[in-house]
């Protein structure tokens, strides 16, 4: 191990992103220290790092108190339940990774003398009024609503990292993540990429809720960590949305995966959940502005590849 390289701590690290950002970070010569509590992760997201001298896998529960030896150069909170079905089936959980392991890895970042980067999300914006969704909106939530308790807790770690901020004088940053799909995510997470996509590739019906006029803008996993990365050596405080402004329909994704994926899976209209946001699309001026960051994947490229993924996961072959 080098003693040149800087250390970076990853809450989170078996999850979909946790695990993008830490091989990122091991790519930029960080030495990372992942901690996660595998409760919506899972190990296979970094069995491929199993060797690597700058990877260290930590078991834990950042609700509760994290201590670490030695050096820290940067803290990454990602640690949270972050699909609808996930927040709404461990409500107390999604609550104490917002607020409780929020504090907790603050506190870790201040001891350590750490810059900060909070993983935030675009449901702090709720069901919007405004659009597209600027980090000056101050959001539509229902507090007490199903989703609230997710929206609330990030909404409430994002108010503690600015506390953080302004009180301690922590080098903190704030990123309004936007719907990201990709390799690693959990099939049966029920988010709407790996939904549609292992129901058309299992001849079942497209689960659309509502009418599917509802609409998402989704962004490229790679993409979205590149944002991250240079939020995290940038020097700005407050929040910033990232993710890719090309918004569609719930249906039209539906139509996209029928006819990328030539199955003959019918459509099938369910219960729209309550408080589903009826828009969403970010608006990334500020990425573009203070980053020099926009999204390089296109959906069509993403998309065939998050495919190829879960046809191997589910061994399928490509027809
Ligand atoms: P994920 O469920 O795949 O990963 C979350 C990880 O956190 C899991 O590995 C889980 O085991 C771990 N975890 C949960 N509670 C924990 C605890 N108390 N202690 C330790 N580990 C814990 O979800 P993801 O999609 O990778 O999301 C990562 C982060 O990004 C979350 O904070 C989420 O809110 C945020 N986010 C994601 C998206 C998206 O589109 N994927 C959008 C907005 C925000
Ligand atoms: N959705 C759907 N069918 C599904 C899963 C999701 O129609 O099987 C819809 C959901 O109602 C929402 C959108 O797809 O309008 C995106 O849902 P997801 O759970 O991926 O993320 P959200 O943006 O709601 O957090």
Same mark, same amino acid.
């Given at each position: 191990?080098?003693?040149?390289?800087?250390?970076?701590?990853?809450?989170?690290?078996?999850?979909?992103?946790?695990?993008?950002?830490?091989?990122?970070?091991?790519?930029?010569? /960080?030495?990372?220290?992942?901690?996660?509590?595998?409760?919506?992760?899972?190990?296979?997201?970094?069995?491929?790092?199993?060797?690597?001298?700058?990877?260290?896998?930590?078991?834990?529960?950042?609700?509760?108190?994290?201590?670490?030896?030695?050096?820290?150069?940067?803290?990454?909170? /990602?640690?949270?339940?972050?699909?609808?079905?996930? *927040?709404?089936?461990? @409500?107390?959980?999604?609550?104490?990774?917002?607020?409780?392991?929020?504090?907790?890895?603050?506190?870790?970042?201040?001891?350590? $003398?750490?810059?900060?980067?909070?993983?935030?999300?675009?449901?702090?914006?709720?069901?919007?009024?405004?659009?597209?969704?600027?980090?000056?909106?101050? $959001?539509?939530?229902?507090?007490?609503? @199903?989703?609230?308790? *997710?929206?609330?807790?990030?909404?409430?770690?994002?108010?503690?990292?600015?506390?953080?901020?302004?009180?301690?004088?922590?080098?903190?940053?704030?990123?309004?993540?936007?719907?990201?799909?990709?390799?690693?995510?959990?099939?049966?997470?029920?988010?709407?990429?790996?939904?549609?996509?292992?129901?058309?590739?299992?001849?079942?019906?497209?689960?659309?809720?509502?009418?599917?006029?509802?609409?998402?803008?989704?962004?490229?996993?790679?993409?979205?960590?590149?944002?991250?990365?240079? !939020?995290?050596?940038?020097? *700005?405080?407050?929040?910033?949305?990232?993710?890719?402004?090309?918004?569609?329909?719930?249906?039209?994704?539906?139509?996209?995966? !029928?006819?990328?994926?030539?199955?003959?899976?019918?459509?099938?209209?369910?219960?729209?959940?309550?408080?589903?946001?009826?828009?969403?699309?970010?608006?990334?001026?500020?990425?573009?502005?203070?980053?020099?960051?926009?999204?390089?994947?296109?959906?069509?490229?993403?998309?065939?590849?998050? !495919?190829?993924? /879960?046809?191997?996961?589910?061994?399928?072959?490509?027809?």
């Amino acid at each position: 191990m080098s003693a040149a390289k800087k250390n970076a701590v990853v809450t989170g690290a078996a999850g979909f992103l946790g695990s993008h950002l830490s091989d990122r970070l091991l790519a930029e010569g /960080f030495r990372v220290i992942g901690i996660d509590n595998l409760l919506t992760g899972n190990v296979r997201n970094i069995e491929h790092l199993a060797g690597n001298a700058d990877f260290h896998f930590i078991h834990h529960d950042v609700t509760n108190y994290i201590y670490l030896p030695g050096e820290v150069d940067l803290v990454f909170h /990602f640690a949270s339940p972050a699909s609808p079905i996930d *927040y709404l089936q461990l @409500p107390i959980q999604t609550l104490k990774v917002g607020s409780l392991g929020t504090h907790n890895t603050l506190g870790l970042a201040k001891a350590k $003398g750490a810059t900060y980067l909070l993983a935030s999300t675009s449901e702090c914006y709720g069901d919007p009024l405004e659009h597209p969704q600027k980090e000056t909106y101050w $959001g539509n939530v229902n507090p007490i609503g @199903p989703r609230g308790v *997710y929206d609330e807790a990030k909404r409430f770690a994002e108010a503690m990292t600015m506390a953080y901020h302004r009180f301690h004088g922590l080098d903190t940053k704030i990123v309004r993540i936007f719907n990201t799909y990709g390799p690693r995510m959990r099939l049966e997470d029920g988010r709407v990429v790996p939904a549609f996509i292992g129901q058309a590739l299992q001849g079942q019906p497209l689960t659309v809720f509502g009418d599917g006029s509802q609409t998402r803008s989704f962004t490229y996993v790679s993409d979205l960590i590149d944002g991250i990365f240079r !939020l995290s050596q940038s020097d *700005y405080h407050e929040p910033v949305n990232i993710g890719n402004p090309r918004e569609m329909s719930v249906m039209q994704f539906a139509e996209h995966i !029928l006819a990328l994926t030539g199955s003959d899976s019918q459509v099938e209209l369910k219960p729209l959940p309550t408080d589903d946001p009826k828009i969403r699309q970010p608006d990334i001026s500020l990425a573009r502005q203070v980053l020099g960051w926009e999204p390089r994947v296109p959906f069509e490229e993403g998309i065939v590849t998050t !495919l190829a993924y /879960f046809r191997d996961f589910l061994s399928i072959p490509a027809c």
